[in-house]
């Protein structure tokens, strides 16, 4: 819905809110008009349901406002003495309407000072709960979000099994364009497979101010583009963007390079802008490596203790087994590769990167002219808002997609030309930034070698805390928790450094504090 239907859709509530609560209104002393108005009519009924005039600002944040509907409609038919269960179940299942219902067809009569305090346990036990699920709610949408690390494309600098806190204000909270959803759940219901939301009305999209701007190397959570593995291949049959952008899946990658810069990978390294990319000291960039042992067996508690090696062929019982032809592919860092390849059973070690000259259907942009892999890429221009491309048939595979779902135009390609919204483009200027992720693990990896940009309205948050890590491989559970990862920040150089028993010894300090002040006034 643009901005202009949303508006109608806003004066078309304010209609039904004052054709079914005018009596209403005037009854508890107030005037007919003041129901119309929109926003001080929401301030007059705070004042009318005895409560604070702060709720009106909760109705209008998304999201948020599904909650406080219902409440409202219980409030007020609570403030006219429908205080019965019948009353709430008919409030809650005739969505509000049953205040019509009320309005004209019931003589009521206002409690202007009535007891706010729920009449039983059970009422005080759910208000409680509605409005705990409203501040997590809150919390969750528009300042930080708790994610989990489900695939190792980050390993070694987040790990399966991390559970992160992600920010959403440092980019800029992003309003929900989904309208209509179950509150802190992603795209299905848990346990159901069902979806959790309806698919229109949509919002446009909108984004609060934030504090900072992206930067290269920042670890991103952002809703995958492609979210169908049916156009990784080159496939474009299927309907690309079948989900609203928010409720496509959920994905964390490194963001190597920014708006404006033009990204290259030649064995392996990353060039931006020409040069050789400055990763972080935690950034640990890892490749896949044959270890030929000729037939020796190699230690797995070696690997994956001295050399802190997690990644490679396993049979059942999680033991690294040599693959058919007698060697170990292991996914490694240099550095590491440099340290086993000292150990004397060890004959000769590749790093296994992939030439580039032969045409790969599964890397972006999918087209023949482009004969790109994962290891050789590029020269690739990251587009920037406000920025303008030359439009002929090297831009053509590379930025249609782009324009025509991302930037939201109507684009028809015949051969070399492209007609943009009907009219033949020479040129086209990007409507929004866009940013380049990729994991740290090199070759296992599915990042934008595979699908390509990813624009800034797709971006969730940055990733900055790590609460608690599980190692699922572990034995009992000293092991399987990673205790030197527990209350880390994700950015940053040097060793992290775990801020989990300075919390403990805070948390102790506050319940002695309570504890001891309770006593004295006892």
């Known amino acids: 819905m643009t901005m202009t239907q949303w508006f109608l859709f806003f004066l078309i509530l304010q209609v039904v809110h004052f054709l079914g609560t005018w009596k209403l209104y005037i009854k508890a002393d107030r005037k007919a008009w003041e129901a119309i108005i929109p926003i001080y009519n929401a301030y007059v009924l705070m004042k009318i349901i005895n409560r604070s005039t702060w709720w009106v600002v909760l109705l209008f944040i998304p999201i948020i406002n599904l909650l406080m509907f219902p409440i409202l409609w219980i409030e007020t038919i609570r403030s006219f003495g429908k205080n019965f269960t019948v009353d709430t179940t008919l409030a809650l299942f005739t969505f509000g309407f049953y205040t019509y219902y009320v309005n004209y067809a019931c003589d009521v009569k206002h409690i202007?000072?009535?007891?706010?305090?729920?009449?039983?346990n059970f009422g005080d036990w759910a208000s409680s709960i509605a409005f705990a699920?409203?501040?997590?709610?809150?919390?969750?949408?528009?300042?930080?979000?708790?994610?989990?690390?489900p695939t190792s494309s980050l390993e070694k600098s987040l790990l399966v099994g991390d559970f992160l806190f992600v920010s959403k204000f440092h980019y800029g909270a992003r309003v929900p364009m989904t309208a209509v959803a179950m509150p802190m759940v992603h795209d299905s219901i848990p346990m159901t497979g069902l979806p959790s939301y309806l698919d229109k009305p949509q919002l446009p999209y909108m984004r609060l101010p934030g504090i900072q701007k992206i930067k290269r190397n920042d670890i991103v959570v952002f809703n995958w583009p492609a979210d169908s593995?049916?156009?990784?291949?080159?496939?474009?049959?299927?309907?690309?963007?079948?989900?609203?952008?928010?409720?496509?899946?959920?994905?964390?990658?490194?963001?190597?390079?920014?708006?404006?810069?033009?990204?290259q990978i030649i064995d392996g390294v990353i060039y931006i802008n020409g040069e050789v990319s400055k990763m972080p000291d935690r950034a640990k960039p890892q490749y896949n490596f044959a270890v030929d042992t000729k037939g020796q067996q190699i230690s797995q508690r070696a690997l994956r203790n001295r050399y802190n090696i997690r990644e490679g062929l396993t049979d059942r019982n999680n033991n690294l087994v040599p693959a058919t032809d007698g060697k170990y592919y292991l996914s490694m860092t240099d550095e590491e590769a440099q340290m086993i390849s000292k150990n004397p059973v060890v004959k000769n070690i590749t790093k296994r990167l992939t030439s580039g000259g032969k045409y790969n259907k599964g890397i972006f942009p999918h087209d023949e002219q482009y004969k790109w892999s994962v290891d050789n890429y590029g020269p690739l221009y990251i587009p920037a808002k406000g920025e303008t491309i030359e439009i002929n048939s090297k831009t053509?595979?590379?930025?249609?997609?782009?324009?025509?779902?991302?930037?939201?135009?109507?684009?028809?390609?015949?051969?070399?030309?492209?007609?943009?919204?009907g009219q033949l483009a020479e040129t086209y200027t990007f409507k929004q930034d866009y940013f380049w992720m990729m994991g740290d693990n090199r070759h296992n990896s599915l990042d934008a070698r595979s699908y390509g940009f990813t624009p800034f309205d797709h971006v969730i948050g940055k990733a900055v805390f790590i609460w608690f890590s599980w190692e699922t491989n572990g034995d009992g559970i000293k092991n399987k928790i990673r205790w030197d990862r527990l209350f880390t920040v994700v950015h940053g150089s040097g060793k992290a450094t775990s801020y989990f028993y300075p919390f403990l010894g805070l948390l102790a300090i506050y319940f002695g504090f309570n504890y001891f002040r309770k006593k004295r006034k006892a």
């Not at 202007?112 to 039983?120: I, M, N």
């Not at 949408?141 to 708790?146: I, L, N, Q």
């Not at 496939?235 to 963007?241: A, C, H």
């Not at 952008?245 to 033009?262: F, L, P, Q």
Request: charge should be positive; glycine fraction near 4%; charged fraction near 30%.
């Open 112 to 120: 202007k000072d009535r007891s706010l305090k729920p009449a039983s």
């Open 229 to 263: 593995l049916k156009t990784m291949w080159g496939d474009n049959s299927g309907e690309f963007t079948y989900k609203p952008i928010d409720k496509k899946t959920n994905y964390v990658k490194r963001c190597v390079a920014i708006a404006g810069d033009t990204l």
């Open 396 to 421: 053509i595979p590379i930025y249609e997609h782009l324009i025509r779902e991302y930037d939201r135009n109507d684009v028809t390609v015949d051969g070399d030309k492209m007609y943009i919204n």
């Open 133 to 149: 699920i409203i501040a997590a709610t809150l919390v969750h949408t528009y300042f930080m979000r708790p994610y989990t690390i």
